[in-house]
């Protein structure tokens, strides 16, 4: 979910699998969102198409010169880490 509540941040919780991604490119659209941080802190579970979604977001921040403040569960941080090594 997008939160414009203090700065545009990209909140993660819970599970976020394909049906949330689903959900999330049904509301917000396909193409990442300008933001300024991802809360990714809660999540519990992250399946690939949630990686994606977040190395998207991460991706297109770092094409354009923006940095995003990050802040991730272990969880997170170790699959972020997994898909570099794997070039994605």
């Known amino acids: 979910m997008l939160n414009t509540a ?11 699998d394909g049906r949330v991604v689903d959900d999330f490119h ?3 659209g396909r193409e990442p969102a300008r933001i300024d941080r991802i809360d990714a802190a809660s999540v519990t ?3 690939d198409p949630g990686v994606d979604l ?7 921040a770092r094409r ?5 403040a990050l802040s991730c569960a272990p969880l997170v941080e ?11």
Not at 6 to 16: D, F, H, P, Q, T
Not at 54 to 60: A, G
Not at 64 to 68: F, T, V
């Open 64 to 68: 354009s010169g923006r940095s995003l």
């Open 45 to 47: 579970a992250l399946t």
């Open 54 to 60: 977040l190395l998207d977001h991460l991706e297109v």
């Open 6 to 16: 203090g700065g545009r941040a990209l909140c993660l919780a819970g599970e976020v």
């Open 26 to 28: 049904a509301r917000y």
């Open 78 to 88: 170790r699959l972020l880490a997994d898909a570099a090594a794997d070039g994605r």
